[in-house]
């Protein structure tokens, strides 16, 4: 029958979390839900960006799109509760939760967390606040949705890690010429602890949900290109067999494979996809 594989990626009607659903790789993640016909849940703490993402979603797909939009802090528990309860109230179940959210230090951004702060030196509030957002609100949100989707007795819960998550940030990348060595920008260790911490949860709970029907993975996406300034991008296309950033609508398809029936056999997986880049 034609199509009968390709109906498998279909995730029609599913509520599909995405934390972080303010910035561009959520935007990206939420194309995909909206791909399968899901229904996608952005949660942030900015409302602004996540506003943005949803007018230019309307722009995309139509006005009449279904995304739901929650303000929250996901490092507190009692917030995620309320969500988790205002959800069921309307849609009675919850399938996919995307751990996206993460204070990602950006070289485009000009970063609190991406500076010439050297390894002895690195601020306690700048590790705390980094682990909090990317480990501690991961694990709430899996503690708050996962009960749900174990209720349920199935469900999909995809962790979004790094390159930085398998391999250490090749400093280089970031120095610039004729400027002091205590002034270099370095990518911060707290960045390369929450992405590594990230596929260690997720090899956990796909162990102990293994039997209630959820499935839990890591996707890895690398080396996103956004504007950053031409120096950056040819000194990491440089590390890359296949020379060049990546573009942020290649990993749309993935995400939807991860999140949908397709990929009913993964659990526990570690998916890179960087260029080869962590093959060298």
Request: proline content about 4%.
């Amino acid at each position: 029958m034609k199509n009968h594989y390709l109906n498998r990626l279909s995730v029609k009607d599913k509520i599909c979390i995405v934390t972080g659903g303010g910035g561009l790789i959520g935007m990206k993640h939420s194309e995909a839900i909206l791909e399968g016909d899901g229904i996608p849940v952005l949660l942030d703490i900015f409302p602004e960006g996540m506003a943005k993402v949803k007018k230019d979603l309307q722009d995309e797909y139509g006005e009449d799109i279904n995304v739901e939009t929650f303000v929250v802090d996901i490092t507190k528990k009692e917030e995620l509760i309320n969500i988790r309860t205002l959800l069921l109230q309307k849609y009675g179940h919850i399938d996919v939760l995307i751990n996206n959210a993460a204070n990602n230090p950006k070289v485009e951004g000009g970063s609190k967390n991406l500076g010439a702060t050297r390894f002895h030196n690195f601020p306690m509030d700048i590790w705390n606040q980094d682990l909090a957002v990317g480990l501690t609100g991961a694990f709430l949100c899996a503690q708050v949705f996962g009960e749900q989707m174990e209720k349920q007795q199935s469900g999909v819960i995809l962790n979004i890690s790094s390159d930085y998550g398998i391999i250490a940030p090749d400093q280089r990348i970031y120095r610039k010429e004729g400027v002091p060595e205590d002034q270099q920008t370095i990518k911060p260790v707290s960045y390369s602890v929450v992405k590594h911490g990230i596929i260690g949860l997720t090899k956990y709970l796909a162990v102990y949900w293994a039997n209630k029907g959820i499935r839990v993975n890591t996707l890895c996406p690398a080396s996103l290109y956004n504007g950053q300034d031409d120096e950056f991008v040819s000194k990491i296309s440089n590390l890359i067999p296949l020379g060049r950033m990546s573009n942020p609508d290649e990993y749309v398809c993935t995400i939807l494979y991860m999140i949908s029936d397709a990929a009913t056999y993964m659990t526990g997986a570690t998916l890179i996809i960087d260029g080869g880049r962590t093959i060298w």
